[in-house]
């Protein structure tokens, strides 16, 4: 059975692995080397404190990940995330990817956040098609934003409204305080109530 949960230090291997094709064969990432597993290490010890890192597992290996992260460094954007979704490249059209982000966004919602955005190098219909199946519009294209694999790319901006913006928003809870309500577990039965056997 696919299964969601929390990543951890432990599947930096896997995540690297996921990730690695998409550095070395594609422009759909503009990292241009593959990371270690070491510094994908560091990543998520860095994103978890504040953010959540899921990933989804199929006969208990790592196929897919989805994590938020902080939109813009001056305070006044701290009420928006951008967020990202890897998978397998054996695993597209399973389901995983929806059920990632069905469980990452409800907790982006419990943690008082309000907008999500996400940044897709063009053309990658498959990653504009989940994120429209999931809400998101497109609000901009950056032309000609990254050269890579010999050629300039084009990435276009979506976002999504997680909850109305309110007159004067509390501020956003830590992943680690929304790990320790209901709302972390709902999100996550969420998520996997969409995976298929």
């Not at 597993?37 to 560091?42: D, F, L, P, S, T």
């Not at 999931?134 to 276009?156: Q, S």
């Amino acid at each position: 059975m696919p299964h969601l949960r929390e990543a951890t230090e432990d599947d930096a291997a896997a995540i690297a692995g996921i990730y690695a094709p998409y550095c070395e064969t594609t422009p759909i990432t503009f990292e241009t080397e593959s990371p270690s597993a070491e510094e994908i290490r560091g990543r998520i010890a860095k994103v978890l404190p504040l953010y959540p890192w899921l990933v989804g597992e199929l006969d208990g290996r790592v196929v897919g990940y989805a994590y938020a992260t902080r939109h813009r460094e001056r305070a006044a954007y701290r009420w928006g995330v951008d967020v990202a979704i890897y998978l397998d490249g054996g695993c597209h059209r399973r389901g995983i990817g929806r059920a990632l982000y069905s469980a990452l966004l409800p907790m982006l919602v419990a943690q008082g956040y309000y907008t999500a955005y996400a940044g897709i190098t063009l053309p990658n219909e498959a990653s504009a098609g989940l994120h429209r199946a999931m809400g998101f519009e497109p609000v901009g294209i950056y032309h000609g934003a990254g050269y890579k694999m010999g050629a300039w790319h084009d990435v276009v901006w979506l976002e999504k409204q997680l909850q109305p913006l309110p007159p004067a928003p509390a501020e956003p809870i830590s992943a680690a305080q929304l790990r320790e309500s209901p709302a972390w577990a709902d999100a996550l039965r969420l998520g996997e109530s969409l995976l298929q056997p």
